[in-house]
């Protein structure tokens, strides 16, 4: 029962923090309890799991819970109550749901990116052709009706099929992996679609590397099949409408120039405003008096108080200073750097976190790292120790013991209900 628990949790923390699974709706009242509920869970597990935690995520939680205990402090002296607003200090924790995240993966079983899959594509379907989003969508940027933080889920089924292609050679992944990137491009998401391509570069230097079980690109079948594929949609892509596609391609040409481009402006605008104001505060940012002084880009969809700063680097700096942003790295680039160091050659499954969470970093530029992204991050951190153990199957229930090394000199055993 208590592995359910965790499992529970996991999902919580994969898909319940996203407004993928409540019809795509990012204002759902229930969305934004859930977040704050799992946020304060993951500031209560840093004490409960903290000697489960590899070196690097002990470091992580150690600077977490001295950063929520300042913030308590300070809303205490500046304000007379300890939580002035929790809205400052559940963004400051939010990268402490990676660390929740390993813990319940390595109690529960990682679940497995094939089941990760099917979730993702299921809650698509759902919401865009049973609750008809997609037919509102006209091919630009202001009729979309995906959200870019839905869309990012879309990078771990493009990296999955497309490294199970490299390791099987079946074209049934290969054709799914170009449906998920074209599936990508046409929502018209730019940061996405940067992020993935970039990481697939990243892929292609892993297997240069001798990091991946996979042979070399078969050029023979794949350029056949790109060919097939055009002949056979030269005649829909001439149904379309000119000015349509004229548009669209306008669109994602803005990738390549932001200052003509009329969000990419925008967004430039309050990056370079935000940038200006950190070199007052770079330590430990602004805080509280930040959330105070609102958001300059009057918006009436905004709130009064607190900021909605789309870049993830230039949040954490204004917010939280150097200190802030250093946390939030550590965790991610920590999380590579122990996938990386520790598996001489990487199981799919690693490949794929080990891509997510490096396209995190591409996508942060123009965009702040969703709530789920931090689930994913602990998770590639339960794989880099221990990948087999959430693929190991049988028939029966019983106990199984399961040592996860954590480094050189420490170790846990957890006992995972399998089936024998």
């Known amino acids: 029962m208590i592995n359910w628990i965790y499992r529970i949790v996991l999902c919580i923390l994969l898909f319940g923090v996203s407004a993928l699974i409540y019809g795509g709706n990012s204002l759902h009242p229930l969305l934004d309890k859930v977040t704050n509920g799992i946020t304060l869970v993951g500031i209560a597990g840093l004490f409960v799991f903290f000697f489960r935690f590899p070196v690097i995520y002990k470091v992580a939680a150690w600077a977490l819970l001295l950063g929520v205990t300042g913030l308590l402090l ?30 319940m993966a390595m109690q529960g079983g990682p679940l497995k990116i094939k089941y990760i899959n099917y979730a993702i594509f299921a809650f698509y379907v759902i919401n865009q052709l049973f609750l008809g989003q997609i037919f509102k969508y ?20 493009f990296l999955y099929y497309a490294v199970t292609y490299l390791k099987e050679r079946r074209i049934i992944d290969f054709l799914l992996s170009l449906f998920t990137f074209a599936f990508i491009v ?53 149904m379309l409408p000119g000015n349509k596609v004229d548009a669209f391609l306008e ?53 009064e108080k607190g900021t909605i700063i789309h870049s993830q680097y230039i949040d954490m700096l204004y917010n939280y200073g150097a200190a802030g942003l250093a946390l939030n790295l550590l965790i991610i680039l920590g999380t590579l750097f122990v996938i990386y160091r520790r598996n001489p050659q990487f199981s799919t499954e690693q490949t794929v976190l080990f891509g997510f969470i490096f396209s995190g970093l591409v996508y942060a530029v123009s965009y702040q790292l969703p709530v789920f992204y931090w689930g994913f991050v602990g998770m590639g951190m339960c794989y880099a120790f221990r990948p087999q153990a959430a693929s190991q199957q049988g028939n029966g229930p019983q106990d199984e013991p399961i040592e996860f090394e954590l480094s050189e000199s420490e170790s846990v055993t957890v006992y995972k209900t399998t089936q024998s």
Not at 85 to 93: C, D, E, G
Not at 194 to 220: D, E, I, N, Q, R
């Open 186 to 238: 046409f929502l018209l998401h730019r940061s996405v679609i940067s992020a993935a391509v970039v990481v697939m570069a990243v892929v292609a230097g892993l297997s240069l590397m001798g990091k991946l079980s996979t042979g070399g690109l078969p050029m023979g079948r794949t350029v056949a099949t790109l060919v097939v594929l055009l002949v056979a949609l030269t005649p829909l892509m001439g």
């Open 251 to 303: 669109n994602i040409g803005g990738i390549l120039s932001p200052k003509d481009d009329e969000t990419g402006s925008w967004r430039l605008e309050q990056s370079e405003y935000y940038l200006s104001q950190i070199p007052e505060k770079p330590v430990l940012g602004w805080r509280y008096e930040g959330y105070d002084r609102g958001e300059i880009m009057e918006n009436e969809d905004f709130p």
């Open 74 to 103: 300070e809303s205490r002296y500046e304000y007379g109550q300890f939580v002035y607003s929790y809205f400052v200090i559940k963004r400051f924790a939010y990268c402490g749901l990676a660390l929740l995240a390993f813990a």
């Open 138 to 157: 006209n091919l630009t940027s202001e009729s979309r009706t995906v959200t870019s933080n839905e869309a990012l889920y879309l990078v771990i089924p």
